[in-house]
């Protein structure tokens, strides 16, 4: 069932870059939200309140998700899931905006210098915690140290962001300035610079967590909810609108759907493409991207599988187009290869029609692999990512038609995590990997020495590539390198490609300025009420 | 005296039992706690290190002599999901489970008697034939189902209540009872068939007796008879059927919980299963062993208390 | 009077578990569909003359589905029963006929199973093997384990007190003749009772253990499964619960009002 959640998705955003930025993904579950590059369409109940209207101050809302929160220490929760409510309490240095730029946060400018050796953040004035401390530099210094695993003794719990691991010294210049020295330089880090900033030595973070965020926490009540309320100090001017959010957790998505029903849920993001379409008369539906690659990875050294050819005609097989209206009532978008749409600069939108739907043709290249009579597969997918188990089953039926029956098997996420994403113990697998804000964190798993390389796939030329991507400074080289990686892949038919899906956010349409964001989190901080502020706790 | 010794041994002996077995269950499977929070940060080392914290390093009888020891303090460990003690995770969702059982078992024992006994009253009757029809009916509905049947009609279509618009009893209780109506309805209505079904057996079983004929044949008005012979008698059975039906309630209330979005302890369970945060399964476990272990024991003595003839 | 009405009960049952078996047979051999066969353009379709359930989300015909699903519950529930009908007798046979100190530890044992309701050790069974068929079917076999030792033990109690077993024993009948040549087919009725009650309970927990989905997994469709999957579009396409609410229903009802003559 969709509820669950994946703990452990990991990935996160820019957080979490992790052995490998994987990560599932999945749909209801929620995941990435999307991105202001693509497609942010609004269809809605009355008007297009979400662009118009008279935004006033105050009133409380209730945001539905899914999933409990693991922790409420910033640097110590793992769920794609507590990120994005936490992304309203805690700031870092930097932060995205909707387009998918780092732009400033609580420091007011940085710079990196020309070799990525050193990073310089100039702090922003007067901003204060929510206990009315100052932010000082010994805070942010210490934050980061916390995150990069710089502390001695580091702290029991907490999650070493592996990409800030290169962090070699961070040194107070004065009380505004602290430059971060990388032992290995690199230019591509900042987006990892999201990293919350929390005051030094606060010991009660994981009940009363302290940040700088648009909002205030209140109170946590596992498996009900998490009330926030506005923070009055907030430096960005006008923000936040809201007095106080709730954020309820619901034991899956047809409990919050019968919440929905009954209208006590003002914003829920994880709609199926059914649920949309029966609530578009009472809410604004608006329709993001997840920015996943959803795919049916195949293991590259498995049995049949490990033959090209029949990886190809699998890919001729799948008719990407019946899977996302079958599953996601037609939003989604077909993609060919491991890269989604938002990444507007490296995506490479020819790939999708490398492989155009066509049995003939697979049937052909099966015959010439030696499988003319087809061959057994099985398909291990996460149990609890109700879409990805819904694509398989829809795969197995558009496979039968080549004469290649598929199994389904359903594995809880830990053991998908075990056998799967480490044991490399499978032959295909459908889930929905996600990625960070930095271009190489969704390749790089690609190269034939990768540990996340759950795909056992090998390619010397892709190896080189990533070297060449790697060792160049410069944008458009690297746009190059990765676009030629991914035309690789698809010509390796590394795995079966299918979408990236699409984010259904339900909103009150008395509400506007619900944003999407190219990374996983819901911000609360751009929400108001339209004419009259209301009130639902 | 003696009785009551052996029943204390058994039921001493039956913890341990599922104490051991709790323990041991969950020592056997695979993919462990540890995997699961790392996700995809997993790295050998950062396992190794957990496991340490978490004590998971050490042979399987001394975590079992720790973990026992613990359970006897109240302690049961340390959430892997919540960071939490995991006592306090199950006292705080305990109240919510405790008022649905409790709730259920005052709609049960309200509903079921009066109309066991009319059912028996009417035997062979158009009432008695409808009641049980009915009776049957409910019984055959998946106990899931006839919730989301309840939220839908009641809360949807009638706007009896709000679903989703659970309310803490700290908060304010009159909401939260308002709101637990219906989850409890949810769980006592299959309850009420099998009690009503019971007592309607147990009346009929007490009205061929002798005793009732020789009642009857003083010259004691039927409805006499009934009230103060018969279901004396028939209610006994009924009672330690009720204390039961107890055990029943708490299962029935994992699944309830979970349609009516109840913060309770089925809820934590099933949660706590899929996230395979075996600390707070096998405290819960313990927990519902324990409770169900209990209400046997006392309806036992219940049992001996009401009817003597029983050896 | 009382006659009556039961056999009337009976009778109806009868009718039912007849109708509902034929349905299932029939299922195992035709369906008018290929139940996992899907059709994008009739997403959800209301009932037809075509499809007289209706379709399902991936444009299944739920009525072959239905005929498939109720396959799959009743083979868990009679492998359910099968296996604790079977460990059960001869527990409850071999502590009954011998007592002594393997029949109170058993004994004792099984007082602590009995007590624990089902679905909660289902639950835990199943979070250690796992979801699935076989997984669910082995959970709920070995949970009904204990209720069938006790009815069947206490039932080899009362029987070996009886005449005919100590004219046998006179005989020179072996033990084993004894238990389950002569005293076996008089536990029949009470035995019979046990079965229609354990087979009606599987098929509820079956449903149950998929609501929260750690019941039968797709493809596999199961009426439990059906039902709880058809929860999503209760609003938008309520027909798709209505087959597998129906026939679930039908089969609990059916088999205890057969049982309630036999009870």
Same mark, same amino acid.
């Given at each position: 069932m969709r509820k669950k959640v994946s703990i452990l998705m990991s990935i996160l955003v820019l957080v979490t870059v992790v052995l490998g930025g994987c990560s599932d993904g999945d749909n209801q579950t929620g995941k990435d939200t999307s991105n202001g590059s693509s497609q942010t369409q609004t269809q809605n109940?009355?008007?297009?309140?979400t662009s118009t209207g008279d935004a006033v101050y105050g009133g409380s809302i209730v945001v539905g998700i899914t999933q409990d929160l693991d922790s409420l220490d910033p640097h110590k929760a793992v769920a794609a899931g507590t990120k994005e409510v936490l992304y309203n309490i805690f700031e870092g240095l930097v932060k995205a905006d909707k387009d998918g730029n780092l732009v400033p946060a609580l420091a007011e400018s940085y710079t990196i210098s020309p070799d990525g050796s050193e990073y310089t953040f100039v702090l922003r004035d007067g901003v204060k915690f929510h206990n009315g401390d100052l932010v000082t530099a010994e805070d942010v210094i210490y934050s980061l140290k916390r995150c990069s695993g710089l502390l001695t003794p580091q702290e029991e719990g907490v999650v070493i962001e592996s990409a800030l691991s290169a962090i070699s010294d961070i040194i107070k210049?004065?009380?505004?300035t602290v430059k971060v020295v990388m032992g290995e330089p690199s230019?591509?880090?900042?987006?990892?610079?999201?990293c919350s900033i929390i005051p030094e030595d606060y010991k009660e973070q994981d009940t009363k967590p302290v940040g700088t965020g648009p909002f205030c926490f209140e109170s946590y009540t596992p498996l009900t909810e998490l009330v926030m309320t506005k923070n009055?100090?907030?430096?960005?001017?006008?923000? +936040?609108?809201?007095d106080k959010v709730t954020f309820k957790i619901s034991a899956n998505t047809d409990a919050a759907f019968m919440e929905l029903m009954a209208g006590?849920?003002?914003?829920?993001?994880y709609l199926t493409a059914e649920q949309a379409s029966q609530l578009k008369d009472t809410y604004t539906i608006m329709e993001g991207s997840m920015n996943l690659v959803q795919a049916l990875f195949l293991?590259?050294?498995?049995?049949?599988?490990?033959d090209v050819r029949v990886r190809q005609a699998l890919c001729y097989a799948t008719d990407r187009q019946a899977v996302i209206d079958m599953v996601a009532g037609g939003r989604g978008h077909v993609i060919g290869?491991?890269?989604?749409?938002?990444f507007t600069q490296y995506y490479?939108?020819?790939?999708?029609?490398?492989?155009?739907?066509n049995t003939e043709k697979a049937k052909e290249l099966l015959a010439e692999a030696g499988y003319a009579d087809g061959f057994t597969f099985t398909i291990t997918v996460p149990s609890n990512y109700q879409f990805h188990v819904e694509t398989a089953q829809v795969l197995v039926e558009q496979y039968r038609q080549i004469g290649v029956e598929a199994k389904i098997q359903l594995i809880e996420w830990g053991s998908w995590l075990s056998d799967?994403?480490?044991?490399?113990?499978?032959e295909a697998t459908v889930v929905g990997l996600d990625a960070e804000l930095v271009p190489s964190d969704i390749l790089k798993?690609?190269?034939?020495?990768?540990?996340?390389n759950f795909l056992n796939y090998k390619n010397t030329e892709v190896d080189e590539l990533f070297a060449k991507a790697f060792a160049t400074v410069k944008d458009e080289e690297k746009e190059t390198y990765y676009k030629e990686i991914q035309r690789l892949l698809t010509e390796d038919a590394a795995s079966v490609y299918i979408q990236a899906p699409a984010l259904l956010v339900a909103v009150n +349409?008395?509400?506007?300025?619900y944003t999407f964001y190219p990374v996983y989190v819901q911000d609360m901080a751009s929400v108001y009420y339209i004419g009259e502020a209301q009130v639902n706790e | 005296m003696k009785y009551l010794v052996k029943k204390l041994i058994t039921l001493i002996i039956t913890l341990l039992l599922v104490s051991c077995a709790a323990f041991i269950a969950f020592q056997? /499977?695979?993919?462990d706690s540890v995997t699961l929070a790392l996700?995809?940060?997993?790295t050998e080392e950062a396992a190794e290190q957990m496991r340490e914290e978490l004590g998971l390093n050490r042979s399987i009888p001394a975590r079992f002599a720790d973990w026992m020891a613990g359970a006897v303090r109240g302690d049961f460990g340390? $959430? $892997?999901?919540?960071?939490?003690p995991v006592s306090q995770l199950i006292a705080d969702r305990l109240p919510v489970t405790i008022w649905l059982a409790v709730l259920s078992m005052l709609m049960i024992t309200v509903i079921s008697v009066p109309l066991g006994i009319l059912a028996a009253k009417s035997s062979g009757g158009i009432l008695d034939r409808m009641i049980t029809l009915i009776t049957q009916i409910t019984m055959a509905i998946p106990p899931f189902f006839l919730g989301i049947i309840l939220t839908l009609v009641c809360? /949807?279509?009638? $706007?009896w209540f709000t679903p989703g618009k659970y309310v803490a009893p700290d908060k304010d209780f009159s909401a939260f009872l308002h709101y637990m109506i219906f989850p409890a309805m949810a769980v006592s209505i299959p309850k009420i068939a099998m009690v009503v079904k019971f007592l309607r057996g147990s009346v009929l079983r007490q009205l061929s007796l002798d005793y009732v004929r020789t009642a009857r044949s003083k010259g004691n008005k039927e409805s006499a008879v009934l009230v103060r012979h018969v279901l004396k008698n028939a209610l006994i059975p009924v009672v330690t059927f009720l204390a039961m039906v107890t055990a029943d309630v708490l299962a029935g209330s994992i699944i309830i919980e979970q349609v009516f979005n109840l913060p309770g302890l089925g809820r934590l369970l099933v949660v706590s299963i899929s996230n395979r945060d075996f600390a707070v399964v096998q405290a819960i476990i313990l927990y519902i062993a324990f409770v169900v272990v209990l209400i046997n024991f006392l309806v036992d003595l219940l049992y001996r208390w009401l009817d003597p003839r029983v050896e | 009077m009382r006659q009556k009405r039961n056999d009337f009960n009976y009778r109806v049952g009868k009718v039912i578990v007849c109708a509902v078996v034929l349905f299932v047979l029939i299922g195992c051999v035709y369906?008018?569909?290929?139940?996992n066969g899907m059709n994008g353009a009739l997403?959800?379709?209301?009932?037809?003359?075509?499809?007289p359930f209706g379709t399902d989300n991936f444009g299944r015909d739920v009525l072959s589905r239905v005929m498939k699903g109720a396959g799959t519950t009743f083979f868990v529930g009679l492998c359910t029963v099968a296996i604790g009908g079977i460990i059960g007798t001869l527990l409850g046979a071999v502590t009954g006929y011998y007592g002594g100190l393997f029949d109170e530890i058993l004994m004792r044992l099984n007082d602590g199973l009995t007590s624990f309701p089902s679905i909660l050790l289902a639950l835990v069974f199943v979070s250690i093997l796992g979801p699935g068929k076989y997984n669910i079917i082995l959970a709920l076999g070995i949970i009904f384990i204990p209720s069938f030792a006790r009815v069947v033990r206490s039932e080899y109690i009362t029987q070996k007190q009886m005449d005919y077993v100590k004219n046998a024993k006179l005989m020179g009948a072996s033990d084993f003749r004894i238990m389950f040549v002569h005293i076996l087919p008089n536990t029949r009725p009470i035995l019979l009772s046990s079965l229609t009650i354990g087979f009606n309970n599987a098929v509820l927990a079956e449903a149950g253990m998929s609501y929260l989905s750690l019941g039968v997994q797709p493809p596999d469709a199961s009426l439990g499964r059906m039902l709880s999957e058809a929860q999503a579009y209760l609003?938008?396409?309520p027909w798709v619960a209505l087959a597998p609410g129906i026939l679930i229903v039908l089969t609990v009802l059916g088999f205890s009002m057969v049982n309630e003559d036999a009870g």
């Open positions: 109940a009355g008007g297009d309140e210049v004065d009380e505004k230019t591509e880090l900042i987006g990892y610079f999201t009055p100090d907030y430096y960005l001017e006008g923000k +936040p609108y809201l006590t849920i003002d914003i829920f993001p293991n590259n050294a498995e049995g049949p599988l490990a290869s491991n890269m989604f749409p938002s490479d939108a020819e790939l999708e029609t490398y492989y155009e739907y799967v994403y480490q044991g490399r113990n499978y798993r690609y190269r034939s020495n990768a540990s996340n +349409p008395n509400l506007g300025g | 056997v /499977i695979p993919g996700g995809t940060d997993f340390t $959430s $892997s999901q919540y960071k939490q809360g /949807i279509l009638l $706007s | 369906t008018p569909y290929d139940p997403k959800n379709a209301a009932p037809s003359l075509a499809h609003f938008s396409a």
